[in-house]
């Protein structure tokens, strides 16, 4: 944030700046290791992740020198950690210690390593990170011309591979130097994108106080443009921003304490504006309780106090006013503050003046111009540079650079056309050539295709009556069927009506096998029925809720699995979901895989059933441990009326219809069934249902269910 008028200023105390720069530096891109694979070395994950917890808690020297000697022990340190390495120290040098010399010379080395690795992605946004911070670096030396050409490279690398944090990173150093240089209207709009390019950069810690800085800068921008009511909008903005993320970070209080005592601060100086001293002072004071503390920003308390002492001067408070200039004094000897120290002795000068003791009021404020002298001299260097025309030039230079490439190349282009069209002619001839030769070749052809096209009328004419044979299998069977029904129903109903009756024990048995045999055979012609029905039968499709269809169906067979002693474990879908199916169909396919897993195993056997969801399919599992299906089976079990029936474990009748029946349905529904056995024990039938909505008709192509593993 720019918390003092004329000057750049701290955005957060020292330390936490060492922080939040190398997790901006870190995680600018992806990892990357000597091989490419995005990863740091394992050592030197852990020695990163000791050298942030020793600066997060302020112990910064002793944390590089630990950091140090981890490092020298790694081995073989990746292209990564040596960048990353150079990394930290810059920041030591460039943040903490001020040595702005050996902070370029490893933000160079951050360049020099990076050259020696692929030129990939990685490479790229490496280039990005060094050139901001060799910028930097350059800035701080009064380089300006390099430090402006370091951050247009980081720009172009930034712009080109959509890098918006290397774009923020750029505009927020130029919004910087154009508010140094008062062009606070320029200055606001760079702020603005600044803030766009970090407004989805997510919730992490450094973009979240990134954000909330830049509201205030711009806030700030608008207060120097005259516009108090637009800035309070800012500062509010900032504010409130605070308080809604703030929960997120319950080990930043300090820091999120120190950004609310800045903006504070800045709020009072609008009231000041307004002369609204009292509502000024008591957010001043707000201010200077938060960064006075100990670890906080100082420098931004001891220039909050001068704003306080001018309102103590204003409104004649003097008694307030001698307390609050000891304190300062006592500050000011401790931690160094050249703008802080300056106003210092305006405020104490103009004091003087008002207590008529002028040959005090005149060494004070010599001493506050010559401060001031000193100050302002620092920054004519950067005020003296036109930054526009150097990025104009760089631009320019940029765009030549690239003309130049085209124009090579448009020469590759023109030899590689050159050599394509020779090989084009060539291609010609060769072809010409063939074409001469093939004559006979396409002769033959011909009359290969006659053969095969007769053959191809031979098949169509054995299909369709394959298919008429078919149909006309599936008419008798019908017919046969519901001529047997009424018959051996009416069998059945006698031979239940004579069950009841008083007969000896070998009469009863007779009976009991003639009604037994009755509705088997009537279970028989229902299934004939039923699978040569199928195929002309529409779909009553509805939504239909499963985890509750499959639930309805495993109680109903609760009973005929306890007749065997079975368990039939059930684990339906954590959430509903509905299906567009024909309750009726579906039901009885879930039944009749519950039922032959109750057939096919043992007395006192568990049954799973399963529903869950994958590849936008709800899938149903029905698991047995019974006597499984062997390998020379596996390709006949769907098929209608097929040899691979075999009674149950308690003798139970199988007519080999009922999976057959099962296939149509599911390939009705566009969906698929399908079976995994080892042969020995215990066999898994799936089937699944697709997540499509209403999209099913009910004269779908059929789909062989394929097994998935």
Known sequence: MIWNKDNFAKTLNRHFWLYTFLIALASCSPKNTYKDDGKYSKEFEQARKQIEKDWLKGDVKQGLLAFDRSFNKIENPTINDRFRFYGYHFIYYQKTVSQFDKSLRYADSMLAINATSEKHRQYYLNIADASFARGDALFE?????DAYQSYYQGYLIGKNYLNLEALGDYTYRMAMMMYKKGHYRIASNYFKDTYGFFKNSGDGFVFFYRRQELLDNIGLSYR???QPDSAMIYFDKALALVKEKGYLYPDRKQQLEAARGVIYGNQADIYIQKKQYVQAAALLKKSITINLQK???????ELTEIKLGQIYLNLGEKDSLITLLG???????????????????RLIGNYYIQQNDLKKAIGHLQLYDSLKDSITQKASLLMQTDVDQQLANYEK???IDLLSNDNKLQAIYLYVSIFFAVMALIIIFLVYRNWRRSKKDVQTVNLLNKQINEQNGILESALNDLNNSSKEKDRILRTVAHDLRNPIGGIASLTAMMAEDEYNEEQKELINLIKETSYNSLELINEILEATNMSSVNLNLDQIEINSLVSNSVELLRFKAAEKGQQILLQTLDKQQELYISREKIWRVISNLISNAIKFSPIGASIEVKVFEKDKQVVIAVEDNGIGIPDKLKDQVFNMFTSAQRPGTAGEKSFGLGLSICRQIMEKHNGKIWFESNGLNGTIFYISLPLVGTDIVADLPQKIGVPLS
Do not use: I, P, T
Request: glycine share 2%; aromatic share 6%.
């Open 141 to 145: 030396l009064k380089q300006f011309s």
């Open 224 to 226: 120097h443009l005259n």
């Open 295 to 301: 670890g906080r920003d100082n420098h931004d308390a």
């Open 327 to 345: 304190n300062l004094r006592a500050q000011l000897d401790s931690v160094k503050n050249d703008d802080a120290e300056a106003d210092y002795n």
């Open 397 to 399: 230079q940029h765009e």
